[in-house]
């Protein structure tokens, strides 16, 4: 008992306590002190939604449905923005970098400046057959694209030709008019050769500078460039040689140097072929990657190695109707087409003597060991006889071909446009020999020696064609090979997709 009373004891004393506290306060304060505790629990403990004031919650939702048409324009305007930079980066990047193709606007542009240059060799030729090109004695690459003016400027530029070997020799009679005739002819020659300058530079450095070119294709452009800008120097190392008396062989009239006259065509043919060849090849790039399937099946045709034998031939003739025209460059330089003048003898025989075809005049050492390669390259006779030999060669060479192509295993190999390219070589090898045995039995008339000179070139840019044709660009077939890959992936994810969701 007393345990028990003694734990009921604080119990007793807080009900006590408690008791007496409400016993001796007022009803009023009772009252407040209730109100307070109501209002202090009200503060510190939070509502749920559903406690909320119905006009509060009324208020929010609505403010929620005004407000959400402008988050969704703030996410949109957000997205756009954010696409936008995306893609002014993409093309940014794309400015900043190389294409793996080169546009067509610069195939179109090297094919119609390789036309520029076709026809400036061709004048050139006319200039050299007129024997215009000795007319003007100075290099002047600006103030040179003006001719005279006036009388007093006639007269100076006549004086300085007066001057020359070529008039003391050839042309003590001339006047002043035979003379501007002349002149007129090396002059327009010269300004042709700024304007295929000009015109391939200029638009070189845009095509370059806007990105229009594969990085390849840029750096062949530059060697282009430099080789124009060579070209214009070696034109006037050429004329520079038949305007000094040293400089040309004793007792033989004042000519160039046939030389520098190869070497100044040689140089020619040099950026016709790259002009072409490239102008070619960026169509031919652009025709294949149209299609990629289709493109893939026909260079894989091309990698038959049986079509290899046919490759090499046809870089072989290429090189060999290069070969052939610069010996014509030489038989230009010497006159060599003026003597002989009968096919396909030379005299009595198929060829001359072996005693004037290795002159010992021709020879400069005295253990006479320049004799052979002197008269390949000064002797008359031997020089006309090289070219015929290398004529024959290459007719011959071009019907091998064509038998070739002729053949069984070949026709089902060859595509219908080499064939066809075939063909073509075929008919323009028939004129070229027409027009050189034609020149040579006419003694060398200036318009038969002209289109002589154009068929050398409508051959060579047609052996190009076919070689464009038949060749294999291993560049190209790597971009074929990256376009088959990036069109089979998204192929291969759609139907992941559908199998999934299977």
């Known amino acids: 008992m007393a345990t028990l009373s003694m734990s009921a004891f604080p119990l007793r004393r807080l009900g006590v306590r408690v008791a007496s506290s409400e016993l001796f306060t007022c009803r009023q304060c009772l009252r407040h002190r209730s109100h ?43 997205s756009t923005a954010t696409a936008a930079q995306t893609a002014e980066q993409g093309a940014a990047a794309a400015k900043s970098h190389f294409p793996d193709v080169s546009s067509k606007a610069v195939a179109y542009w090297l094919l119609g400046s390789a036309a520029s240059v076709f026809g400036i060799v061709i004048f050139g030729g006319l200039t050299r057959l007129t024997e215009s090109g000795l007319s003007i004695t100075e290099w002047k690459p600006v103030t040179g694209s003006l001719p005279p003016m006036n009388d007093e400027d006639w007269e100076s530029e006549f004086a300085k030709y007066r001057s020359s070997p070529e008039y003391k020799i050839l042309n003590p009679n001339m006047n002043l008019s035979e003379f501007k005739s ?29 990105r229009k070119v594969s990085k390849p294709m840029a750096l062949r452009l530059a060697g282009i460039s430099g080789l124009i800008g ?113 096919f396909p003898y030379m005299g009595n025989g198929l060829a001359p003597p072996k005693s004037e075809l290795f002159d010992d005049k021709y020879s400069r050492q005295s253990d006479q060991s320049d004799l052979w390669w002197r008269n390949m390259l000064e002797n008359p006779s031997l020089v006309q006889l090289d070219h015929r030999i290398l004529a024959t060669t290459t007719f011959t060479a071009v019907m091998a071909l064509w038998a070739y192509s002729k053949s069984p295993a070949m ?34 008339p200036t318009h038969l020696a002209s289109t002589h000179q154009a068929g050398s070139l409508f051959l060579l840019t047609w052996v190009l064609v076919l070689g464009n044709r038949i060749w294999h660009p291993s560049r190209t077939a790597k971009l074929l090979q990256m376009a088959a890959k990036a069109r089979s992936k998204p192929v291969s994810t759609t139907l992941a997709a559908d199998v999934l969701k299977k």
């Open 36 to 78: 307070a505790t109501r209002l202090f629990s009200s503060r510190t403990t939070p509502r749920t939604p559903s406690q909320k004031s119905p006009r509060l919650n009324a208020y929010l939702s609505a403010l929620k449905v005004n407000l959400k048409p402008l988050t969704n324009l703030r996410a949109a305007t957000l």
């Open 230 to 342: 060579f070209q214009g120097f070696i034109g006037w190392w050429m004329v520079k040689s038949g305007l000094k008396d040293d400089l040309f062989a004793p007792g033989s009239h004042p000519r160039v140097s046939q030389y520098r006259l190869t070497a100044h065509l040689a140089a020619a043919f040099t950026c016709y072929v790259a002009m072409l060849w490239n102008g070619l090849a960026i169509l031919r790039s652009h025709r294949l990657l149209a299609d990629p399937a289709t493109g893939t099946k026909t260079l894989n045709a091309l990698r038959n190695p049986k079509l290899a034998l046919f490759r090499r031939s046809v870089a072989g003739l290429a090189l060999l109707v290069f070969t052939t025209a610069m010996s014509g460059a030489l038989v230009a330089g010497l006159d060599a087409g003026l003597i002989y003048n009968e």
């Open 182 to 210: 002349i002149y007129y002819m090396e002059w327009i020659h010269r300004l042709w050769g700024r304007f295929v300058g000009l015109s391939f530079v200029v638009p070189a450095i845009y095509f370059v500078a806007r």
């Open 411 to 444: 026709k089902k190999l060859l595509p219908r446009n080499v064939s066809k390219g075939v063909h073509g070589v075929v008919a323009f090898t028939l004129m070229q020999v027409t027009l050189g045995i034609s020149t040579l039995l006419y003694l060398v």
